[in-house]
């Protein structure tokens, strides 16, 4: 009896120990910078699609999703960046650079200090 329940004990341990694995995110789509730590005041938009980045900026933009949104590719600057994405590591322009996700994938933080929201999130 004392070995049956040693073993219930020991698988039952085993499952709970499990790690369960962390969401895949994807870079892919519309990210917001701001140059301070409010999203609010956010004035570039990169768009990172099949391997290239594009940006658009706003001098004077509103403090909601509704502008970035109704940006389409004329609005975009002259010229465009290169990026692979591996998990955590962003590759922009060749420059290996260490990020992570956080808030359910909404925003992502570089080991270096940089943060992108994800546009149309409800991160902070």
């Known amino acids: 009896m004392k070995k049956t329940l040693f073993a219930l004990f020991v698988v039952a341990i085993s499952f709970m120990s499990c ?7 994807t870079i892919e789509g519309k990210w917001l910078w701001s140059p301070s730590e409010e999203r609010a ?13 594009y940006t658009s900026y706003c001098i ?6 509704d502008y970035w949104n109704s940006l389409d ?3 975009r600057i002259p010229g465009i960046h290169s990026y692979t994405f591996d998990g955590d590591t962003l ?5 290996p650079r260490g990020v992570a996700f956080e ?6 933080e570089f080991h270096l200090g940089m943060n992108l929201w994800r546009l149309s999130s409800d991160c902070q």
């Open 19 to 25: 790690d369960k694995p962390l969401p895949e995110y």
């Open 41 to 53: 005041d956010a004035n570039t938009m990169f768009e990172f699609i099949d391997g290239n980045i």
């Open 60 to 65: 004077t933009c509103p403090g909601d999703d």
């Open 73 to 75: 590719s004329t609005d």
């Open 91 to 95: 590759v922009w322009d060749g420059t």
């Open 103 to 108: 808030c359910d994938g909404g925003k992502l």
